[in-house]
């Protein structure tokens, strides 16, 4: 399976979003991964709904939606609305998760749930049959430009592992701190979607980043 690449606009120049959006798609990016935040699940307020919705006529890429809000069943359809491809909800700020996903999924959107880093991967055990992604935070969130946590490795193996044993078919994205050297690493533990935010948006040539990303975690393929 190839590995797809999910630019965080976290780290983008939002005088110069939209040009920046074009960049890592001329690049190849297949995901767009917005984070929002609400300042209250994280220490930190980002972008809403009509940030999708701006950006949506401009791009064909996948638009992946990271909430990181407290009742997230209020917003999912603003963000389904605006164009949102796929919505992660995460399994701590959300009371009754088997609900709120099968709600994304009648919206007709792709459901993930994400994890801290502090958060077993075991407390998703019910709901993996349900969902198209597991996002496994290697920082916790709240800010780009955070150092890759190691533990998050283990964690992907052990989901990969889960996933291929029970012939379940989510993807496994990781979000945080992944840069070139460590993409082949989080790629050979099984991650097959890479978020990357200061790494691409701070780079000289955004559009080469994403190439050189790519590039770097394919070298971690196994199989
Ligand atoms: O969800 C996030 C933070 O909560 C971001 O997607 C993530 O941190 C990306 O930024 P970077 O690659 O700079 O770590
Ligand atoms: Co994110």
Known sequence: M???????????????????????????????????????????????????????????????????????????????????????????????????????????????????????????????PMVDLVLVMSVNPGFGGQQFISSSLSKIKALAQYRKEHQLDFEIQVDGGINRTNAPLVVQAGADVLVAGSAIFGAKDIQQEVVALRKQGEAGQTE
């Open 2 to 128: 190839s590995i797809k690449i999910a630019p965080s606009i976290l780290s983008a120049d939002f005088s110069q979003l939209g040009q920046q959006v074009a960049e890592v798609e001329k690049g190849g990016a297949e995901y767009l991964h917005i984070d929002v935040m609400d300042g209250h699940f994280v220490p930190n307020i980002t972008i809403g709904s009509l940030v999708v919705a701006s950006l949506r006529p401009k791009s064909k890429m996948f638009f992946d939606v990271h909430l990181m809000i407290e009742s997230p069943d209020l917003y999912i359809s603003d963000f389904v609305q605006a164009g949102a491809d796929l919505i992660t909800v995460h399994q701590e700020a959300t009371k009754h998760l088997h609900r709120t996903i099968s709600f994304i999924k009648e919206k007709g959107v792709k459901a993930g749930v994400s994890i801290n880093p502090a958060t077993p991967w075991q407390s998703l055990e019910y709901v993996l």
